[in-house]
C-alpha cells in the first residue's frame, strides 16, 4: 500500500530535508513504519538507532521526533540502511532493514528520471515489501546520561569525560590527543 501519511506531512519533510530523493523517501516509508508499529507521539519514549547517515535520518528525525540533542537518535555508523525503533516503556521495538531489491525491477513510472523513478516507487511500494522486520525485545542502547565535563588540559575546552584521553599524565580531547598519538 503506498504511503498513508498526510501529503502536507511529506511536504514539510521534504522542506526539513531541503530536497526530495530516494534516501529521504526510505526515511519517509521507515517513519511511518515506526509509527504504525509502535504508536509513536511527541510524548513517546521512542529511541531510533540509525546504522547509516544517508538522506533518511532526516525523514526519520523530522517524522518521528527523535533527535540527537534528545540522546534517543543513536547513529552506529554501520553503513546499513539498518534502522531499530524501541519504545522503552512498552519493552518492545524492531529493526527494519531496507530491501533494495524490492524496487530494483519494477516498470518506469514514465517520464521521471533515474531518482525521481526511484523515489516514486520507494514511495508508492507496499511498506512490507520495503523491509525485512525483526521484532526485537531488548533496548539498542543504553539511555543517555548527563556526565561531567573536564578541560582539555592542551586546548583547555570542556569535554565530556567520557570523551577523554589519558597521555603521557594529561587529560586530552580527542583532537589534542590525536594531534600526540598518531597510531590512530
Known amino acids: 500500500m503506498t504511503c498513508q501519511l498526510d501529503k502536507s506531512v511529506i511536504e514539510q519533510t521534504i ?4 530536497h526530495s530523493c530516494p534516501g529521504l523517501a526510505i526515511g519517509i516509508r521507515t517513519a511511518e513504519l515506526a509509527i504504525q508499529k509502535l504508536k509513536i ?3 513517546s519514549s521512542i529511541v531510533c538507532v540509525v546504522e547509516t547517515d544517508m538522506c533518511a535520518v532526516d525523514g526519520i528525525q523530522f517524522l518521528t521526533g527523535c533527535t540527537f540533542g534528545k540522546g534517543n537518535l543513536v547513529h552506529k555508523d554501520f553503513g546499513k540502511a539498518g534502522f531499530t525503533f524501541f519504545d522503552r516503556e512498552a519493552g518492545q ?3 527494519a532493514v531496507f530491501l533494495e531489491d524490492a524496487i530494483r525491477d519494477l516498470p518506469d513510472p514514465g517520464g521521471l528520471s533515474g531518482k525521481e523513478a526511484r523515489t516514486f516507487h520507494i514511495m508508492a511500494a507496499d511498506i512490507n515489501d520495503l523491509f525485512d522486520i525483526q521484532a526485537i525485545v531488548h533496548p539498542p542502547v543504553r539511555p543517555a546520561r548527563i556526565l561531567q565535563s573536564i578541560t582539555c588540559q592542551d586546548c583547555r575546552e ?3 569525560e567520557s570523551r577523554l584521553r589519558r597521555f603521557d599524565g594529561k587529560d586530552l580531547c580527542i583532537p589534542c590527543f590525536m594531534a600526540y598519538e598518531q597510531k590512530i
Open 158 to 160: 570542556k569535554v565530556m
Open 93 to 95: 521495538g524492531f529493526r
Open 41 to 43: 507521539t511527541p510524548a
Open 15 to 18: 522542506s526539513f530535508h531541503g
